[in-house]
């Protein structure tokens, strides 16, 4: 089975601090996806990666960086907390494919709660 | 941006009745309609999703029909059970992108 881990399923941070959101895949997927789910918005895609060192701005870029160093690993960076950015996060990966076929695997998310 | 419109919000079924969920596209470059259901505490799984050149499709209890010339697709799930009880996402490619966009979700729940 496909497992995609997020390190942490709840998280608190400061307004202001520098916070990092790690997601681990281990099927050997091309792509990656972050995104965030809020009540009533359903899942926006903040950015996805399709190779190492790859990254794509998606619906909702502003306030986050990502960095693919790895092709397993793939980190969400909050470069200065805001209260606006509380939220469940999600990860997600799939096999590449020039249509989007392929199913994306998720993890069961990190529920972040910047004060 | 694409935009994907899901519709109802929410949704009560009595077990054994019939769940309806709607969504409506903008535009695509591929007739490609997932849908994902999520479980409380869960991230959302692949439930069913119809690819191009077909109008329906069935696996077991859950149909997708897709209407080309409406923009539309939409969920059944036949004798609903208890355990069907989640939020269920539709989600289409955009139009100069095979990256999906997803609706805003539908919860269900399905009671005895």
């Known amino acids: 089975d496909v497992k995609v881990t997020q390190s942490s399923r709840y998280l608190v941070k400061r307004t202001g601090e520098k916070v990092f959101l790690e997601c681990v895949q281990d099927?050997?997927?091309?792509?990656m996806f972050w995104y965030r789910q809020d009540p009533g918005l359903g899942l926006r895609l903040i950015y996805f990666?399709?190779?190492?060192?790859?990254?794509e701005k998606g619906d909702i870029p502003e306030g986050y960086s990502v960095s693919r160093e790895k092709k397993e690993r793939f980190s969400l960076i909050l470069e200065s907390a805001s209260t606006n950015q509380t939220s469940m996060y999600l990860c997600?990966?799939?096999?590449?494919?020039?249509?989007?076929?392929?199913?994306?695997?998720f993890g069961d998310g990190t529920r972040l709660s910047i004060l | 941006q694409q935009q994907v419109k899901q519709s109802p919000q929410s949704l009560i079924v009595q077990k054994g009745g019939i769940s309806i969920i709607n969504c409506a596209y903008e535009?695509?470059?591929?007739?490609?309609f997932p849908w994902y259901q999520q479980f409380p505490g869960k991230g959302p799984a692949l439930l069913i999703a119809?690819?191009?050149?077909?109008s329906e499709k069935k696996e077991g209890r859950f149909t997708i029909s897709f209407n080309k010339s409406a923009k539309q697709f939409s969920l059944h799930i036949m004798d609903s059970q208890p355990g069907d009880s989640a939020t269920y996402f539709c989600?289409?490619?955009?139009?100069?992108?095979?990256?999906?966009?997803f609706g805003k979700g539908t919860k269900l729940s399905v009671i005895p």
């Open positions: 997600a990966s799939s096999f590449f494919e020039t249509e989007p076929y392929q199913p994306q695997h």
């Open positions: 099927m050997d997927h091309e792509n």
């Open positions: 990666s399709y190779d190492v060192k790859m990254k």
């Open positions: 535009n695509t470059a591929f007739d490609y």
């Open positions: 119809i690819r191009p050149d077909v």
């Open positions: 989600a289409s490619p955009g139009a100069g992108s095979y990256q999906l966009t």
